[in-house]
């Protein structure tokens, strides 16, 4: 487990960059499962992530539609947003396992996923210290 603190957005957005790094250099796919409060930053930590695996890709939360991918990079990265998914009976009625089977997954509020983690899922949870501050928690990879 890691436990890093961050003064910016910025520095967030480079903590997603050095993940992305780490997990792109082994070859797998990853399935990184996002927790903190509403604007806590995890898509600012997406757009770090996603600047390293899909280099000029425009990352905006995908509230409405999901799942957003970005596929300029040699891995595809799907971006999910999980707040509306009631259960995850509805998984299957956009493809998840798919998704995950074939690229890097990140997916924003996976506490509504409950014990249905894929595997080597790494936890990430961003929380709140101060008005720009955030604590992340990198958690080792679940399998």
């Not at 509403?38 to 898509?43: E, M, N, Y």
């Amino acid at each position: 487990m890691k436990i890093i603190t961050t003064k910016t957005p910025e520095e967030t957005a480079k903590v997603g960059a050095e993940l992305a790094e780490q997990l792109l250099n082994t070859g797998k796919t990853y399935f990184v499962a996002l927790y903190g409060d509403l604007g806590a930053g995890k898509t600012v930590f997406v757009r770090g992530f996603t600047g390293i695996a899909s280099p000029g890709s425009r990352v905006k939360s995908p509230t409405y539609t999901i799942v957003n991918e970005y596929r300029k990079g040699k891995t595809p990265v799907f971006h999910f947003d999980l707040y509306r998914i009631g259960s995850t009976d509805e998984l299957d009625g956009f493809g998840f396992d798919e998704y995950v089977a074939n690229g890097l997954c990140i997916a924003e509020w996976s506490e509504n996923l409950g014990d249905m983690l894929p595997e080597n899922t790494i936890c990430v949870t961003i929380e709140k210290s101060g008005e720009t501050e955030r604590t992340i928690t990198i958690g080792d990879i679940e399998n």
